[in-house]
């Protein structure tokens, strides 16, 4: 039985991190939630429920949110004129009509269109005639959607590299969106990147939030990221079991044991398969498939 507290009792927010958010209440007045026990791995929709619409989009929340899954994942990045997009490439090329409507904008990059050039992209078409039409959401768009239908967000800042600063850019746009609040910062979200520079940051601007470092860093090495980050996140076929009782036995920032979620599981088997490993997450294309397998939530 796994015993995962979506979150601790947090450290006093800074200074900077009110002015971003323009809060004014200290995470001290933020009641911790209590450790709850389950039986079986929580269940994230990877990008939405995206092996039934297209990814990233509003279409794959809903999707996600019809199949009962609470948790959604997806990908940040920032136009060139400072909008937070979400889109898991680099480049606007494989999931929406770019080069159609711009044929001489190669190499398509996200970071070189504006946000009103991309929010008149056809993010649906590539993935069905019957998504025609579907967009790509703004961060906030996105947001707003997941508050509607009740969800939870693992967000992931992607290549951060590109976009110097975009950690105070989003934790503007979570906080103006309500996600900063009591009751969504302490259970209803988790920041996560490849980037253990970009995990660090978000962490030292909000303390209160929960953040994952996606990777399989070497068991040697796991403890120079717990001072910083609740999760390791990796993927899913090179892991063991003993190296998920590795990161089980380290504590995070918030006193607790660090998590592991793991991705991207998309059959029966390989859930199992991981579940049996001790993994704390599934994070899945197909997370009813997933749920249905483990038994979980």
Not at 117 to 123: H, N, T
Not at 163 to 175: A, K, M, N, S
Not at 265 to 292: C, Q
């Amino acid at each position: 039985m796994h015993v995962r507290p979506l979150r601790a009792a947090a450290a006093p927010l800074l200074g900077l991190a009110l002015v971003l958010t323009g809060g004014t209440a200290s995470v001290a007045e933020t009641p911790a939630p209590a450790p709850y026990a389950l039986d079986a791995p929580v269940v994230f929709a990877h990008r939405g429920a995206s092996a039934y619409a297209p990814e990233n989009t509003l279409a794959a929340v809903d999707r996600a949110a019809a199949l009962g899954v609470e948790w959604v994942e997806n990908d940040v990045q920032r136009t060139k004129d400072g909008e937070l997009v979400v889109m898991h490439d680099e480049t606007l090329e494989r999931t929406t009509n770019v080069k159609e409507v711009f044929p001489d904008r190669s190499p398509w990059r996200v970071k070189d269109f504006t946000a009103a050039e991309i929010a008149g992209l056809d993010a649906g078409s590539w993935y069905s005639a019957a998504y025609a039409g579907t967009r790509v959401p703004t961060l906030r768009q996105f947001l707003d959607r997941l508050r509607g239908n009740g969800q939870r967000l693992l967000l992931e800042i992607k290549l951060p590299e590109l976009y110097p600063g975009i950690e105070v850019d989003v934790l503007r746009t979570l906080g103006r969106a309500g996600w900063l609040r009591p009751g969504y910062v302490d259970r209803r979200l988790v920041v996560q990147s490849f980037s253990a520079d970009s995990v660090r940051t978000v962490h030292a601007l909000r303390p209160d939030l929960t953040t994952a470092l996606l990777g399989t860093p070497a068991v040697a090495d796991l403890g120079r990221y717990a001072a910083f980050t609740d999760r390791i996140n990796p993927w899913y076929g090179g892991i063991t079991a003993e190296w998920v009782a590795a990161v089980h036995d380290l504590q995070g920032p918030h006193g607790r044991p660090l998590e592991v979620d793991a991705w991207t599981v998309d059959t029966a088997a390989a859930a199992r398969k991981v579940r049996d490993m001790g993994v704390d997450g599934l994070i899945s294309n197909r997370p009813d498939l997933v749920r249905d397998a483990v038994a979980g939530y």
